[in-house]
């Protein structure tokens, strides 16, 4: 059954659109106070908008260890604890690795992977600290991975490092912290429909995306619920991955 999350802040990554702007409004509406990070702040005042005046606006580039470290710490400045993150901050640069630019391999590596990791890095401290205490003794860190996480594809190969890379920290990671009570959880969406597409090269898009022709793709709320789902179960329940495609996606 679904726990409340009052008295407890979260922290989302990546929440100016898509999955992350979905998420944060659902933490919210299950009691969470909510801080939100990414780098387009017009987008996250709108977004804290909607939440509510608990909501904490970070203007943020998670590539930066800096920035991530200062995000994480405001965060705890502001609210006093932090009990749930969503490191959720992503991007899919898809093409044939022969003559790729190179530049788009750095961008992938540098969120997906360095971005993710400053962020559970500085956010650990705090996340095992709030495990210790009420409310809930338990504390949650979710990963958004992908079914590229899962399975490799020709024309997905660096997309494909990070993401299989993220879910091999987060399942080492939940070996080292999960009798702490701190949940590492893995989340490998489908095709959802946000800006994630947006960013491929147009040469390779159309491609691409092919093999998503005719498919009704996910809504970015149906995996903020399903994040809800896993930061919602009592302390004794860890839902350690969750792969969640359209029904019409096959592979
Ligand atoms: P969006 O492009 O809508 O969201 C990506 C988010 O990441 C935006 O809020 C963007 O905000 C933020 N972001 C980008 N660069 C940075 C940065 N340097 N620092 C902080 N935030 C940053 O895509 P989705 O919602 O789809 O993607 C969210 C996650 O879900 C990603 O990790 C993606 O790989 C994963 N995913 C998505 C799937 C899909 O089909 N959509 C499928 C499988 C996984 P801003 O530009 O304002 O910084």
Do not use: C
Not at 10 to 34: N, P
Not at 140 to 145: E, K, M
Not at 147 to 154: D, E, L, M, T
Request: charged share 25%; net charge negative.
């Amino acid at each position: 059954m679904a726990e409340r999350l009052d008295g407890t802040v979260a922290l989302v990554t990546g929440a100016s659109s898509g999955i992350g702007y979905a998420t944060a409004l659902e933490l919210a509406s299950a009691g969470a106070r909510v801080a939100v990070a990414a780098r387009r702040r017009d987008r996250l005042d709108e977004l804290a908008g909607r939440i509510g005046t608990e909501a904490l606006v970070l203007e943020t580039d998670v590539t930066s260890q800096h920035e991530a470290e200062a995000a994480v710490e405001q965060t705890v400045a502001h609210f006093g604890r932090l009990d749930t993150v969503v490191a959720n901050a992503g991007v899919m640069l898809l093409g044939p690795v022969v003559d790729a630019p190179v530049d788009e391999w750095d961008r992938m590596v540098d969120l997906n992977l360095k971005g993710l990791l400053y962020t559970a890095h500085a956010a650990l401290p705090h996340l095992l600290s709030a495990a210790e205490s009420e409310p809930r003794r338990v504390a949650d860190l979710v990963l958004v991975s992908s079914v590229a996480g899962r399975v490799a594809r020709n024309g997905s190969g660096v997309y494909n490092l990070t993401k299989h890379g993220v879910g091999a920290f987060g399942e080492a990671l939940r070996q080292e912290v999960t009798k702490r009570h701190v949940r590492v959880s893995l989340v490998e969406p489908g095709a959802v429909d946000t800006e994630l597409s947006s960013h491929v090269r147009q040469e390779v898009r159309e491609q691409s995306m092919q093999r998503f022709a005719g498919v009704e793709r996910l809504e970015a709320e149906d995996i903020a619920d399903a994040i809800a789902y896993i930061v919602t179960r009592h302390r004794r329940v860890a839902v350690n991955e969750v792969l969640i495609r359209p029904t019409e996606q096959e592979g």
